[in-house]
């Protein structure tokens, strides 16, 4: 009876961490045996949604099994990522997520319901893409200077979009704001898609959004890129001027994407997982795909991912903070 019950217990997650190193390398290894769901914790369209999808569609080849995208936006990203924390630790639900839901919660929310650092567990870090700053084409600003100069005119009547508090594209608008010196009203979204679009429609004026996801926008002639955040003028955009180049050199802002997992996900699927994700980055069509998409490849080990995120946590809670962001 006892070793009955031992061995049925060998496929639950919850044994699978107090295994032996021997019985935990044969379930990594047969690991995985059904579908994977990738939790985008954004609305569907949005620049998280449509990397997700992509990879998800390589990594379902790389691992035999496929990936299916549950889009749960809210809150920056925090609803999706209190799905994935409070998860079985066993390799088949898994986060897409950036620094919001993952770095900057914590000092956002009072009681989080998740403590990241350990009830999530990073997989690996996946692409970096470098945020836009861009308006509707009907807007009438033509350049960074002309909307920070509407919003000293103007103060508290300029207004920029996010995909939710605490997002990079939140904070890159509080930071111009702080260098800027001017006062902006945040309209935060449940994704980035939504925001887009309202953008363009002319009922938010502004927004920093990653750059693959304005690229058609700009191309069809549908929005305005003024400026962009990097320190080096990008090539996919040679005509729109950096941040630094419009006076406010420290307005840097870009948005990384990665992988991560319930935090009792044993350290075997966590390998297997890496590793599958870095032999897609590391093949010709993602190079490609990445390129065209003017995004940067990461990669890496967990624990190179695990260090970036403590990272980003300095660098952008401390911004949160100082302009008391709180989810909506």
Excluded: C
Aim: aromatic share 8%; net charge positive.
């Amino acid at each position: 009876m006892n070793r009955r019950r031992f061995l049925g217990g060998l496929a639950t997650s919850s044994l699978a961490s107090t295994l032996t190193p021997m019985y935990r390398l044969a379930w990594a290894q047969e690991y995985p045996t059904k579908p994977i769901r990738l939790i985008v914790p954004f609305a569907a369209g949005g620049p998280a949604d449509i990397q997700a999808r992509w990879l998800s569609v390589k990594l379902s080849a790389a691992l035999g099994q496929q990936l299916v995208i549950d889009n749960r936006g809210g809150a920056g990203g925090i609803v999706g990522a209190q799905a994935v924390a409070g998860a079985a630790g066993d390799g088949y639900t898994l986060l897409f997520a950036s620094v919001g839901a993952v770095a900057v919660a914590p000092y956002l929310v009072n009681n989080l319901s998740y403590n990241p650092a350990k009830d999530l567990v990073p997989v690996v870090r996946v692409a970096t893409a470098p945020t836009v700053l861009v308006t509707g084409a009907g807007s009438p600003y033509r350049s960074l200077a002309e909307l920070v100069q509407a919003a000293k005119a103007n103060p508290g009547k300029i207004s920029f979009a996010s995909a939710g508090p605490g997002t990079t594209l939140h904070l890159g608008s509080e930071l111009l704001a702080r260098e800027a010196g001017i006062k902006l009203v945040h309209i935060p979204y449940r994704g980035a898609a939504p925001a887009l679009a309202d953008v363009i429609a002319g009922t938010v004026d502004f927004i920093f959004a990653d750059a693959p996801v304005v690229l058609p926008f700009l191309q069809a002639g549908k929005m305005r890129a003024l400026s962009i955040g990097t320190p080096t003028r990008e090539p996919g955009l040679p005509d729109v001027p950096t941040t630094a180049e419009s006076g406010y050199k420290n307005v840097l802002v870009s948005t990384w994407y990665g992988i991560l997992a319930p935090g009792k996900t044993p350290a075997d699927i966590i390998t297997k997982l890496n590793g599958a994700v870095n032999t897609v980055l590391q093949s010709a069509d993602a190079k490609a795909y990445f390129a065209q998409q003017s995004m940067q490849l990461n990669g890496g080990t967990a624990q190179q991912f695990g260090e970036f995120i403590g990272t980003e946590s300095t660098r952008w809670t401390a911004l949160a903070k100082a302009v008391g962001a709180k989810p909506e």
